[in-house]
């Protein structure tokens, strides 16, 4: 059974930072892409950052030198580092797995930007 599960969410001030996490279950976590990807309220879920296996990262232009991705095999464990955090990035944040045609997805954690 395939599981990911997000940790690492909640409330912070503008300007602070936050560490998502997702650690994956199930899978042969190597292969795979990881991504993260948000879902504010009323919109749609957009991508937020994917890694894949050999470490390369793509980023969307929104969060582009504030959010850094990562990965550690060793722990099937994604990151992401969230520095800068604007009001404008509160959403669910949902981790990724993808490899050819298989794609799963976690629960998702929250994220909130407020004063």
């Known amino acids: 059974q395939v599981q990911l599960v997000e940790s690492g969410g909640g409330l912070v001030q503008p300007g602070g930072s936050l560490r998502l996490s997702c650690v994956a279950s199930?899978?042969?976590?190597?292969?795979?892409?990881m991504g993260w990807y948000r879902q504010a309220p009323g919109k749609q879920r957009e991508l937020v950052a994917t890694i894949t296996p050999d470490k390369n990262t793509n980023y969307a232009d929104s969060v582009k030198g504030r959010f850094t991705v990562s990965r550690d095999n060793a722990k099937n464990t994604v990151y992401v580092q969230m520095n800068s955090l604007k009001s404008e990035d509160t959403a669910v944040y949902y981790c990724s797995a993808a490899f050819l045609s298989a794609e799963y997805w976690g629960k998702g954690t929250l994220v909130t930007v407020s004063s």
């Open positions: 199930g899978i042969n976590f190597r292969l795979y892409t």
